[in-house]
């Protein structure tokens, strides 16, 4: 099928700085507790937070298709298998716990079949790129982008996947899902799961119920860094209009990819290069340019030079709206239009 629109009256979208994120993986358990605790999901992580350059989750998430070219045809995708997204391990407990043995025993994970784990979910944290004393990394956190293009919908035969008109959020219907995972196969930045027991795909939702309450998601509201912020596009006061739109400094990922996300992200600024002498090389950044274009397209550039200027304006004590926005001093700001205290609802408790 070839691309096409699927327009919606309004866009939610969020923004991410990376700038900020402590790799703590808070989002990843917010999600995990409120969302993907029950049977068949237990690979699932709706959130997760990788260490790149790295090979991410599934592993080499961006290797496996998906998404549209320049020219809106389909790029053909495959569906990573359990073992690639990273299974469930299983420990030694009775052996720790359940024997009267003298020596101890360490708790060792192993795949189900009793094998040492060869990879997992987050397997290369904290790994990066470069050599040291150049070395780098940064943390991206990825949920579903509910894309305006978005390659899941289109690829759906059953119209099980559908963008909501009123916001713009990419659900799927379980009741008509009949497990083909074509959405699976189409999704480019490899954001859907399958659930093995019930035979549907199933992928991050937005937290809408929380939403229509008017309480921000729950890997937004619980992140201690302030990374992550939420409004709708065309709110030209809040965040995510100033910083997309207006500042240019968030960016989409992998642009290339031709499903237009709408989740963008503040790339990574970098602390200057060694020389070999030892001394900072002023001209260079870790971070390689070609990388950070590959990434986030060639807005990249400008986008960083815009951040280093606003930030240098700031530390000589100048009024900077955009350090204002991703500082964030009152961590309400953060959340857009969705404030109300999940607390304060008795009647519909929302976690
Ligand atoms: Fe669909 Fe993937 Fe885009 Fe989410 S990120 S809307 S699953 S194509
Ligand atoms: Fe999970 Fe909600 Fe965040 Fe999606 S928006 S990753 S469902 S916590
Ligand atoms: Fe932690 Fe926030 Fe980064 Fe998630 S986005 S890992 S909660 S700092």
């Not at 409120?34 to 080499?60: C, K, L, S, Y």
């Not at 970098?270 to 390689?288: C, H, M, Q, V």
């Not at 550039?301 to 204002?324: F, H, I, Y």
């Not at 001093?329 to 519909?348: E, H, I, M, S």
Request: aromatic share 12%; charged share 25%.
């Amino acid at each position: 099928m070839a691309k096409k629109a699927a327009p919606s009256k309004r866009q939610l979208a969020m923004v991410f700085d990376l700038n900020k994120c402590l790799g703590c993986q808070t989002c990843t358990l917010a999600c995990k507790t409120a969302w993907t605790t029950r049977a068949g999901m237990e690979h699932q992580w709706w959130n997760i937070v990788n260490t790149f350059p790295g090979r991410g989750t599934p592993r080499d998430v961006f290797s496996h298709g998906g998404g549209y070219t320049k020219k809106g045809e389909p790029i053909p995708g495959d569906f990573p298998s359990k073992r690639l997204w990273g299974e469930a391990w299983d420990f030694d407990y009775e052996g720790v716990f359940g024997s009267n043995r003298d020596e101890p025993i360490p708790l060792h994970p192993r795949e189900h079949d009793g094998a040492a784990p060869q990879w997992g979910p987050n397997w290369d944290e904290d790994m990066g790129g470069g050599e040291y004393p150049n070395s780098y990394f940064f943390y991206l956190q990825q949920i579903c982008m509910n894309c305006s293009e978005p390659a899941c919908v289109e690829a759906c035969p059953r119209e099980s996947v559908y963008k909501r008109e009123e916001d713009g959020i990419v659900l799927i219907d379980e009741e008509r899902c009949h497990g083909y995972r074509f959405c699976a196969e189409a999704c480019p930045y490899k954001r859907i799961y399958f659930n093995e027991q019930r035979n549907i795909a199933q992928k991050c939702i937005s937290c809408f119920p929380r939403l229509e309450a008017g309480v921000a998601p729950a890997c937004i509201r619980q992140c201690p860094g302030r990374v992550r912020h939420i409004d709708y596009l065309d709110n030209a006061d809040g965040h995510i209009y100033k910083l997309v739109k207006k500042w240019k400094v968030a960016l989409p990922l992998r642009p290339d990819f031709g499903v237009e996300p709408n989740v963008y992200y503040i790339p990574p600024t970098s602390p200057l290069a060694f020389k070999e002498n030892g001394e900072f090389d002023d001209t260079g950044s870790r971070i390689p340019m070609d990388y950070l274009k590959e990434m986030f397209g060639p807005g990249v550039e400008q986008a960083l030079a815009t951040l280093e200027a606003e930030r240098e304006k700031a530390a000589a004590g100048k009024k900077s709206e955009l350090m204002d926005i991703l500082i964030s001093r009152n961590w309400n700001d953060l959340l857009g239009p969705f404030t109300v205290d999940p607390a304060q609802l008795q009647r519909q408790p929302v976690r």
